[in-house]
């Protein structure tokens, strides 16, 4: 009583006026997140761009000289029909809402009748949900349409559009789980579900983030989110919307990344679902690749390559950090990016095998028999004359195997990791903080060769004398006769990390300030010296005239021996902030790289280009060498692999 009455704004839609209240002074959200749920921490309003993060509001300013108490009849919100009927809209009940989140999904009937009659052909889904102008004003948009109730948008579904001609509910138990991103065109999501064709739309129901999740901070939401993963669960089958078709946006949400995580962990059904300009996009490409052999507007292989947990983001730091705090400790995000890699190659080839590299895997009897080992790989040895596997663990012990079989022979407790193993005229080596020896007809122990004092990280062999590089920064020469120290020198830039053997009298040192140096074993003069890295050395390799190092700061370096010079620097793979190259090998043209996402890369060493990327560890690679068309590999995950890349070392 005594206040100015104000006009109540109105808009029309599907033959109503829906009448709004005059706007509330504008309501700040705490900037302050709620703490995740323990069951999950899950998808969708703040899954991707937008203004409001998942926090509890602070209380809604109310106008000037209003309480509930004296609040007017006028401002309760109405329909007025097209026949001057008045009748309470869903607003007036639907604070109860308690309509269980799995039963919130949609038919694709009501979406079509969602995008004429909230005219959004053109907007973003994030627009969809909070206006052109991001700030939830927009009268159409689903946060101020839902301002009133304080619900999800399906709560209002029964009053504004409840079945399709046929009669069938617009709303129902979910059967198709939808993960999108809301950077896309909203209308092409849909064209995308109508791609499915009448066999699936005409019974599906579509949960959809945008209508099934309370678009309003508070506890409403939070336990909404909570129940995604047990969603994606019951819905057995997850659409993964590919947009753009070539570079789709939903591989760099972490939202998105998390659904797919539920999808595996529920053994759910996944589908790549494409809009029209995708489909137009796949046509072409299989045209291309049977006409050509080759597809070059696109390179699927790109975008597996290219998933990197580590980088992908969320609209809030906040929500970011939940969702991989719950990732690591289901599977890790090493593991998550493997699992995506494999899935988006198997989707992709079911849709045209020329798409994708198909992966080199592993024989199945290494993993088999050699992961049992309980240590971490830290160095491996192949002798093919020996028939010998040789690794040794950061459990400080040496193991050895049968290469035909994967067969244990023995076991040896060095007390220290021993970073480097050889095997030299019958004679077992491993470097620790001295030098041990063992037999390796009878595996009886020989005496240790002792002389430098630091950690030993480096064996090589050439002639008559075994090569050792320390951590104290010298190089010994040990004889394979009598195992006495001929000489030893010291290299003039810190601990020696690598070595590399080239004819039979020189010798590449790889250094922990990132140097590597050739040095002439019979004068102990340095020749030459390699400078660029900024970290300590990982790996050496040879070929031709041509000096291959890598460093744990993240590149391979290509030299000319002859002259020192810098050829090409080559970029290695990264996995979020770990960023370093364990260790390399070279058969040929192939150069394999250890990287830290757990895959070795596979790269043409004349072009610099990526091939191939070999996945099947769960850690990353730590120890690699090619022996004939083979790849060893001994990995964190406390295995061993091998992999034939004879189709790559002969290419």
Not at 90 to 101: F, H, L
Not at 122 to 143: F, M, N, S
Not at 265 to 284: V, Y
Not at 498 to 518: D, H, K, M, Q, W
């Amino acid at each position: 009583a005594g206040r100015p009455q104000q006009p109540i704004p109105c808009f029309t839609m599907g033959g109503a006026i829906f009448r709004q209240k005059p706007a509330a002074t504008p309501k700040k959200e705490s900037a302050q997140a709620v703490p995740p749920s323990p069951s999950s921490t899950a998808t969708a309003a703040a899954h991707q761009p937008a203004p409001a993060a998942v926090a509890q509001p602070e209380p809604e300013p109310e106008p000037a000289g209003r309480t509930d108490e004296s609040a007017s009849p006028d401002e309760t919100p109405t329909i007025v029909h097209a026949a001057d009927a008045v009748a309470p809209v869903a607003a007036a009940d639907a604070s109860g809402y308690a309509v269980p989140t799995e039963d919130r999904a949609v038919t694709l009937d009501f979406l079509r009748w969602f995008i004429q009659e909230f005219d959004v052909r053109d907007r973003l889904t994030r627009e969809v949900v909070y206006g052109p102008k991001g700030d939830g004003a927009d009268p159409k948009c689903i946060k101020a349409f839902t301002t009133l109730t304080l619900s999800p948008f399906t709560a209002l579904v029964t009053k504004l559009h409840p079945s399709d001609p046929l009669g069938r509910p617009s709303t129902g138990r979910l059967t198709h789980f939808v993960s999108h991103s809301w950077g896309s065109q909203f209308s092409k999501l849909i064209d995308a579900l109508e791609a499915l064709g009448p066999s699936v739309t005409d019974t599906a129901f579509f949960w959809i983030d945008i209508f099934a999740i309370n678009q309003h901070p508070g506890q409403d939401q939070v336990n909404d989110l909570a129940k995604l993963q047990e969603c994606v669960h019951l819905a057995k089958h997850t659409l993964f919307y590919m947009d753009p078709w070539d570079r789709p946006e939903p591989i760099r949400r972490s939202w998105c990344l998390f659904e797919l995580l539920a999808t595996f962990n529920s053994d759910a059904t996944l589908t790549l679902i494409f809009d029209k300009t995708g489909q137009a996009g796949l046509t072409a490409a299989k045209a291309e690749l049977e006409r050509e052999g080759t597809v070059s507007s696109t390179s699927f292989q790109e975008v597996i390559d290219s998933v990197d947990s580590f980088k992908a983001q969320a609209s809030f730091e906040a929500d970011r950090e939940r969702i991989w705090s719950e990732v690591n400790l289901q599977v890790g995000q090493d593991k998550l990016n493997t699992m995506v890699r494999q899935n988006l190659r198997r989707c992709l080839t079911d849709l045209c095998p020329g798409f994708v590299h198909q992966p080199i895997e592993p024989e199945t009897f290494v993993a088999e028999v050699f992961e049992p080992q309980p240590h971490n790989v830290a160095s491996l040895v192949v002798s093919e004359q020996d028939g010998l596997v040789v690794s040794g663990g950061y459990d400080g012990c040496v193991r050895v195997w049968a290469m035909a079989d994967g067969a244990s022979l023995g076991r040896f407790g060095v007390g220290q990791p021993p970073l480097a193993v050889a095997v030299v005229n019958g004679t077992i080596y491993a470097a620790c903080g001295r030098i041990k020896r063992w037999n390796k007809d009878n595996l009886e122990a020989l005496p240790d060769l002792e002389g430098q004092s630091g950690k030993i990280s480096s064996l090589e062999h050439t002639g008559e004398w075994l090569i050792s590089g320390s951590g104290d920064g010298t190089v010994a020469l040990w004889s394979l006769v009598d195992g006495a120290c001929s000489r030893s020198w010291t290299v003039g830039n810190g601990g020696v990390k690598r070595l590399l053997v080239s004819g039979t009298t020189n010798v590449y040192v790889g250094c922990s300030n990132g140097s590597v140096e050739l040095w002439d074993t019979i004068s102990d003069s340095r020749l030459t010296a390699f400078t660029g890295h900024t970290k300590e050395v990982s790996g050496l390799a040879i070929s031709g005239m041509q000096l291959v190092s890598a460093s744990q700061d993240n590149t391979v370096r290509i030299w000319d021996t002859i002259s020192g010079a810098l050829v090409r620097t080559l970029d290695g793979p990264k996995a979020g902030p770990m960023e370093s190259i364990f260790g390399i090998a070279l058969a040929n043209d192939a150069l394999f790289v250890a990287a830290p996402d757990s895959t070795v890369h596979v790269w043409r060493l004349s072009s610099g280009k990526r091939i191939d990327v070999l996945e099947g560890h769960e850690a990353p690679v730590l120890s690699l060498l090619v022996v004939g068309n083979v790849l060893w590999t001994g990995g964190g995950d406390c295995s061993i692999r091998k992999w034939d890349v004879s189709s790559v070392v002969s290419n």
